[in-house]
């Protein structure tokens, strides 16, 4: 069945480090990809997404490019800030089967100053 | 503009009883979905609404039910709760296709005691 492997966490880094976090997927069909981030106490928010494949989709300094051939979806940040720090989930969802999302088990990012 | 908007934001209840939670999405939006947010499991599909019809059910017991009203809320209920109900509860709301992603709720906090 459909689903998505995200990178284990917890994950710490310092203030302006690199971030990746890695999300791959298993789904028939062309799925739409969807990075969201969930804040302390708070729902899940959109982050970015990509539709086809070789697209990139960004927000906020966050980059994420739909690689059919590895079925990945990595979410990449040059230099993370205090303020990022969160649980960022990788979800995958399809037409027309029902519509729903597959989300990945959540990475919590922890970045110290 | 209004985001989607769950209530109560917490709730305790003993075991044994029922619960209604309530979701009202963002205006013009007819499609509602619920999710189940636990440390264990991570997010769960509960269902999907779209103008007042259940489009897809995830794997829960009968328990668990939902409905949309004309005017597109949402209530879900959970009947003769058990201890391991105890979630985060998130109501997502969308405009139609799946591509545009889902915007969610801050999501109401379930305790069973």
């Known amino acids: 069945g459909d689903s998505v492997t995200q990178m284990e966490g917890p994950v710490t880094l310092s203030e302006e480090a690199f971030l990746t976090i890695n999300c791959t997927y298993t789904a028939t069909g062309y799925p739409s990809l969807f990075w969201y981030v969930q804040y302390p106490g708070e729902g899940l928010q959109l982050l970015l997404k990509a539709t086809k494949a070789d697209d990139k989709g960004s927000n906020k300094g966050f980059e994420a490019t739909y690689r059919k051939e590895t079925t990945s979806f990595h979410l990449e940040k040059g230099s993370v800030q205090v303020s990022d720090s969160a649980v960022y989930f990788c979800a995958l969802s399809k037409v027309p089967t029902g519509n729903q999302f597959y989300f990945g088990t959540g990475t919590s990012l922890t970045v110290i100053p | 503009k209004a985001g989607v908007t769950q209530t109560p934001r917490y709730l305790i209840k003993t075991r044994g009883q029922q619960v209604t939670l309530s979701c009202s999405p963002i205006?013009?939006?007819?499609?509602v979905s619920w999710y189940q947010q636990t440390p264990g499991q991570g997010l769960q599909f509960l269902f999907e609404y779209f103008s007042e019809t259940q489009r897809n059910k995830g794997n829960f017991p009968g328990r668990f039910s939902g409905r949309q009203f004309s005017n597109s809320r949402s209530e879900m209920n959970v009947s003769t709760l058990e201890l391991g109900d105890s979630a985060l509860y998130l109501c997502?709301?969308?405009?139609?296709?799946?591509?545009?992603?889902?915007?969610f709720g801050s999501g109401t906090r379930l305790t069973v005691v």
């Open positions: 205006s013009g939006h007819r499609s």
């Open positions: 997502a709301s969308r405009i139609g296709a799946s591509s545009h992603g889902y915007t």
